[in-house]
């Protein structure tokens, strides 16, 4: 059973940051493919970033530069550095897992979903 716990959410400032956390249990594949995703209100749920076990990764345009996603093997863990925060990156931010190198769609298994708010 995968269970995925997300943790870092909260309020903060424009030009601020934060970091999520994912930490999975269950998750003994060695394909696999941890990915953030967000959905503002009245938007679409949008691919954020993805880190597969091939050890590469992947961003939408308008976080590149700005929000870096990481893994820590030893504790199960996907992390989400989102630095020079904008208002527009308001969004529930959701952690999901998959045991496929197939990052065009997200996986079975999501977390619970944390808010970030970014204003003044």
């Known amino acids: 059973q995968v269970q995925l716990v997300e943790s870092g959410g909260g309020w903060v400032q424009p030009g601020g940051s934060l970091r999520l956390s994912c930490a999975a249990s269950g998750t003994a594949f060695s394909i696999y493919t941890m990915a953030w995703y967000r959905q503002a209100p009245g938007k679409q749920r949008e691919l954020v970033a993805a880190?597969?076990?091939?050890?590469?990764?992947t961003y939408l345009d308008s976080v590149k530069g700005r929000f870096t996603i990481s893994r820590d093997n030893a504790k199960n863990t996907v992390y989400l550095q989102m630095n020079s925060l904008k208002p527009e990156d308001t969004a529930v931010y959701t952690c999901?897992?998959?045991?496929?190198?197939?990052?065009?769609?997200?996986?079975?298994?999501w977390g619970q979903g944390t808010q970030v708010t970014v204003s003044s």
């Open positions: 999901n897992y998959k045991t496929d190198w197939d990052w065009s769609t997200p996986g079975p298994y």
């Open positions: 880190s597969r076990s091939l050890g590469d990764t």
